[in-house]
T-cell receptor, first 118, second 112 residues
Framework: GAVVSQHPSWVICKSGTSVKIECRSL??????MFWYRQFPKQSLMLMATSNEGSKATYEQGVEKDKFLINHASLTLSTLTVTSAHPEDSSFYIC??????????????FGPGTRLTVT | GDSVTQMEGPVTLSEEAFLTINCTYT??????LFWYVQYPGEGLQLLLKATKADDKGSNKGFEATYRKETTSFHLEKGSVQVSDSAVYFC???????????FGSGTRLQVQP
C-alpha cells in the first residue's frame, strides 16, 4: 500500500516550452502533497507544499509563476514548469501525506521525474 | 535554518561488512530524525525514525540513535547484504511546518 506514482518518469523539452508533471497517490487519499527538486549529488530541496483545494505554499526563492502547482483532488497534484530553460533541468520528486497524517513518517514519495531542457 | 550533513559516498563494502553512515544536523528546537532509502528506480522509502533524544530507530537490521549532545543520527548495520545497495538519505522534520530537510544522500554499494 501507500504507492505514489509520477508521470512522466523522464521528459526532454525545448527551451521556452512548458512541461506538466503529475503526481498521484494510487491507493490512499492525500490532503497534502509536496514537491521537491534534486540536483546531482545534492539533497532534495522542498519547493512547495500543496493542500487539496487551496493554493500552494512556496518555499523562499521558488518562483510561483514559473512552477505552477495544482492540487485539484485528494489523489492528484500537478507541477507545471512554465517557459522552461536549461537551468530548470533537474530531478523533480513529489510526496503525499495520508489524510489525517500529522507527521512526515506518514509521507510517501514518488519515484521522481527527470526533466531535461535543451 | 535547519540543515543536515551526511558523509559523501559512494561507500563500497563487501557483503557482511559493518556499515556506518554519519549524519549530523543543525536545527532549532527538537526535530524528529529520519533515514530514508532509495533503491534504483524507486521512490524514497522510510527506513527508520526517532522522535526524541536517546530514541533508537531500527528496521531491517539498520539502527540509528538520536544523540542530542552530538546532534547526530548515524546509521549502522552489523552485516550488509548486496540487496542493501541503495542511496540513503538522512532527514529532519521541523516541529513547526512538519517539512523535511534532507542531507545530500550517501550511495552504498555492497559487493558479493
Amino acid at each position: 500500500g501507500a504507492v505514489v506514482s509520477q508521470h512522466p518518469s523522464w521528459v526532454i523539452c525545448k527551451s521556452g516550452t512548458s512541461v506538466k508533471i503529475e503526481c498521484r497517490s494510487l491507493d490512499f487519499q492525500a490532503t497534502t502533497m509536496f514537491w521537491y527538486r534534486q540536483f546531482p549529488k545534492q539533497s532534495l530541496m522542498l519547493m512547495a507544499t500543496s493542500n487539496e483545494g487551496s493554493k500552494a505554499t512556496y518555499e523562499q526563492g521558488v518562483e510561483k509563476d514559473k512552477f505552477l502547482i495544482n492540487h485539484a483532488s485528494l489523489t492528484l497534484s500537478t507541477l507545471t514548469v512554465t517557459s522552461a530553460h536549461p537551468e530548470d533541468s533537474s530531478f523533480y520528486i513529489c510526496s503525499a501525506r495520508v489524510v489525517g497524517g500529522r507527521s512526515s513518517y506518514e509521507q510517501y514519495f514518488g519515484p521522481g521525474t527527470r526533466l531535461t531542457v535543451t | 535554518g535547519d540543515s543536515v550533513t551526511q558523509m559523501e559516498g559512494p561507500v563500497t563494502l563487501s557483503e557482511e561488512a559493518f556499515l556506518t553512515i554519519n549524519c549530523t544536523y543543525t536545527a532549532t528546537g527538537y526535530p524528529s530524525l529520519f533515514w530514508y532509502v532509495q533503491y534504483p528506480g524507486e521512490g524514497l522509502q522510510l527506513l527508520l525514525k526517532a522522535t526524541k533524544a536517546d530514541d533508537k530507530g531500527s528496521n531491517k537490521g539498520f539502527e540509528a540513535t538520536y544523540r542530542k549532545e552530538t546532534t547526530s543520527f548515524h546509521l549502522e548495520k552489523g552485516s550488509v547484504q548486496v540487496s542493501d545497495s541503495a542511496v540513503y538519505f538522512c532527514a529532519l522534520e521541523d516541529t513547526g511546518r512538519r517539512a523535511l530537510t534532507f542531507g545530500s544522500g550517501t550511495r552504498l554499494q555492497v559487493q558479493p
